[in-house]
C-alpha cells in the first residue's frame, strides 16, 4: 500500500508512463479517482441523464485504459483526456441520434479579422441568459457544442485546443466563430 501512495503525489504524466509501462489497473485507479467526477460531469452536458452520464464516463475510462500507451505527452494529460472524453461523446450522440450535419468550407477572408478567442462581437455571446443558453446548446450539433465547452467552460485557450484536436490555428478559431454564431442564432429564435 505505501508504494500506491507514492504514485498519488506524481504528476498525471508520470502516473500514465508507469500504468503504461506496467499495465496496472491499481495505478489506473488513481488517475480515475483524479478524473472520474470531471468525466461525468462532462458527459452529463451530452447524455440525456444521470444513468446515461455514468454509462458513457464508465465506457470513457474502459476505452481509456485501452488507448492510454497513445498519450505522447505533447500537452497536459488533462487537456487530452478531455479531447477523449468529448470526441467520445460526441462520437456517441452522433452515432445514436444518426445526424447528418452539413460541412461548410472555410472562408478565409475572415479568418484575418478574428481576434484570439476567435470572434470579433463577444459580447452578444457572453450577455446570453443561461436558461435560454442550455435549451440553444443543446439544439447545436455535437461538434459545435464541443468547441465552445472546451473554449468556455473548461477554458482551454486556442492553443490548447489545436493540441487536442488536432488541427490548425486557423481551423480552431473558424470552428469557435461558426459554433458561436449558430448558437446566436439559435438562441435569438428561442420564444
Not at 101 to 124: Q, R, W
Amino acid at each position: 500500500m505505501k508504494t500506491l501512495d507514492k504514485f498519488k503525489t506524481q504528476s498525471d504524466e508520470d502516473l500514465v508512463k508507469a500504468i503504461v509501462k506496467n499495465n496496472d489497473t491499481l495505478l489506473f485507479e488513481i488517475l480515475y479517482d483524479r478524473y472520474s467526477m470531471l468525466v461525468y460531469n462532462k458527459c452529463l452536458g451530452f447524455a440525456k441523464d444521470d444513468d446515461e452520464a455514468k454509462d458513457l464516463a464508465q465506457d470513457i475510462f474502459l476505452k481509456l485504459f485501452v488507448k492510454l500507451a497513445s498519450f505522447k505527452g505533447n500537452s497536459k494529460f488533462s487537456t487530452w483526456l478531455y479531447a477523449f472524453t468529448y470526441n467520445h461523446c460526441v462520437n456517441y450522440v452522433t452515432r445514436n441520434t444518426a445526424k447528418k450535419f452539413e460541412k461548410k468550407a472555410v472562408d478565409y477572408k475572415d479568418i484575418e479579422n478574428l481576434s484570439e478567442d476567435g470572434y470579433e462581437d463577444e459580447n452578444s455571446f457572453l450577455s446570453m441568459k443561461v436558461d435560454k443558453l442550455k435549451v440553444a446548446i443543446e439544439q447545436i450539433s455535437p461538434d459545435e457544442k464541443m468547441i465552445l465547452l472546451l473554449k468556455y467552460q473548461d477554458s482551454l485557450s486556442i492553443k490548447e485546443i489545436v493540441t487536442a484536436l488536432g488541427i490548425g490555428e486557423s481551423a480552431v478559431k473558424m470552428r469557435i466563430k461558426r459554433a458561436k454564431d449558430k448558437l446566436i442564432t439559435v438562441y435569438n429564435n428561442l420564444k
